[in-house]
């Protein structure tokens, strides 16, 4: 894998290729029942009603998934549905904005875990929370973000904390500085996306994330990741070492895990043949994704892409 420089950024090419031999390996070590350990099932939706909730928990349930994320007001549903089994609840924490004041933050986080252990009565380690950072206040004072995540643990008891940096909207420089405070809080987890961003997980973000906060934090990629494919490219750039891959260090957040498990079942069957397919590069690529970000993201993608040995592929793209 290729090592993400800090300086003179804008004259490499982002995380776009993967070793064939490494790859193959890589995909030859799952199985449907492997990558669904890693799956939190997410269903965000306004509109969610409780079928929804008792259908993703019986498939987490059925296939051994990490997690069923869901909104915290579905704390007086999931605790039942999960009681029993090695699966966790997942709530979000100011989703997906972020704007809520710290102490608002806070109430709601230590709010939804004592409810959650009221409604499933079997303590601690049954809970997940996955905090949206307030990315606009970070950007004016960094601090600010490590006291809310640090605010966020410690209302949290104790529970693991998966911070989602919402990366979409930080450039590379902020993505860096983000993901180095994540590393010095008190957190578990470094997450890119709420899924509902400009764009979700890409391998350059994750491989960027997972190299600023070493083998010793969880990465969570989330967003857009509905296939088995995806996820291997993922996987790669966030959990390619063994150590690595387990649902304590690395997890996908995804609406379809039963396509995830499928689509996995084929690839490990047609590994080859998917491989020498290949990738094109722009599609895994945050820097191909300009349309809906802020003006500053957006001239630094349009250089990303005007230095990068595949600018070939997107020469009618406007700079």
Known sequence: MQKVMTDNSSARSPLVEFDREKMRTLV????????????????????????????????????????????????????????????????????PLGKLDIEMKALLASHTVRKSYENRGEGKGKIELDMVINVGRFKKDPKYALEEINAICDAAGGE???????????????????????????????????????YGATPEHIHIMREVVGNSMGVKAAGGISDAMFSMRLFYAGAYEESLQTPGFFRLGTSQPLNIMSSMSWLAHNTDDWIDAGVIPCTVCPYNQTGKLRVEIREESNDFCRNCKHKELRKHKEF
Not at 164 to 172: A, D, F, M, Q
Request: glycine share 2%; proline share 4%.
């Open 28 to 95: 030859k070590s799952f199985t449907p029942e492997r990558i669904a350990s890693f799956l939190d099932v997410t269903d965000l939706k306004a509109d969610t009603q409780s079928p929804k909730i008792n259908k993703m928990a019986d498939w987490a349930i059925t296939y051994g998934c990490a997690s069923v994320c869901v909104n915290p007001v579905e704390v007086d549903i999931l605790p039942a549905l999960l009681k029993g089994s090695s699966v966790k609840e997942c709530y979000v924490i100011d989703f």
């Open 160 to 198: 693991h904390v998966k911070v989602i940096i919402r990366s979409s909207e930080l450039t590379e420089k902020e993505l860096y500085k983000v993901s180095e405070i994540v590393a010095s809080s008190k957190a578990h987890f470094i997450k890119n996306s709420t899924g509902m961003d400009a």
